[in-house]
T-cell receptor, first 114, second 112 residues
Framework: AQTVTQSQPEMSVQEAETVTLSCTYDTSESDYYLFWYKQPPSRQMILVIRQEAYKQQNATENRFSVNFQKAAKSFSLKISDSQLGDAAMYFCAAAETSGSRLTFGEGTQLTVNP | KAGVTQTPRYLIKTRGQQVTLSCSPISGHRSVSWYQQTPGQGLQFLFEYFSETQRNKGNFPGRFSGRQFSNSRSEMNVSTLELGDSALYLC???????????FGSGTRLTVV
């Protein structure tokens, strides 16, 4: 079984600044995938970035990057040059490579201040 | 290409009734998963279907069931609705776990 924990219920950032959202997880699997999803008020979950656990290199997608610390079971999301459109609920999630179930954290509500 | 389509977007039902929600995955995606989202419990996995077979199931009572058709479209059914079933039900489709999961906009179910 996997568990995912997001310890920051709310975060805020000034437009154009950088913010980091935290996530820790626990799993008995040796290989797995990690994801960050964004859920704006429209409710649709949007995939922001994904990381394969066997890859040591941190994933990057434009202004979004992760800091993946496998030994510490930590998977934080860094948003650079924050934009108003980044305001949303962010969910960290894990999936076993052999399975199809996503386990989500509690979410972090990100506010971007102009 | 078209995304994941869920219908209806909103639904109001009375306790004791049953409801069916529909999900059309992205073309070519054979895996369809369902999640329940509530303020108290967060996002919880209901079940996953692959090629018309239930491949994985979450910890929900038997009142929650689903099926998948040969065109990969999926339906979720909840019988004998309870007030606690009020939630946003999200459907996601995928080519593989590595590719990630594409979600629909959800169906907001309110049980009164």
């Amino acid at each position: 079984a996997q568990t995912v924990t997001q310890s920051q219920p709310e975060m805020s950032v000034q437009e154009a600044e950088t913010v980091t959202l935290s996530c820790t997880y626990d799993t008995s699997e040796s290989d797995y995938y990690l994801f960050w999803y964004k859920q704006p008020p429209s409710r649709q979950m949007i995939l922001v970035i994904r990381q394969e656990a066997y890859k040591q290199q941190n994933a990057t997608e434009n202004r979004f990057s992760v800091n993946f610390q496998k030994a510490a079971k930590s998977f934080s999301l860094k948003i650079s040059d924050s934009q108003l459109g980044d305001a949303a609920m962010y969910f960290c999630a894990a999936a076993e490579t052999s399975g199809s179930r996503l386990t989500f954290g509690e979410g972090t509500q990100l506010t971007v201040n102009p | 290409k078209a995304g994941v389509t869920q219908t209806p977007r909103y639904l109001i039902k009375t306790r004791g009734q049953q409801v069916t929600l529909s999900c059309s995955p992205i073309s070519g995606h054979r895996s369809v998963s369902w999640y329940q989202q509530t303020p108290g419990q967060g996002l919880q996995f209901l079940f996953e279907y692959f090629s018309e077979t239930q491949r994985n199931k979450g910890n929900f009572p038997g009142r929650f069931s689903g099926r998948q058709f040969s065109n990969s479209r999926s339906e979720m059914n909840v019988s004998t609705l309870e007030l606690g079933d009020s939630a946003l039900y999200l459907c996601a489709s995928s080519l593989s776990s590595l590719d990630g999961y594409t979600f629909g906009s959800g169906t907001r179910l309110t049980v009164v």
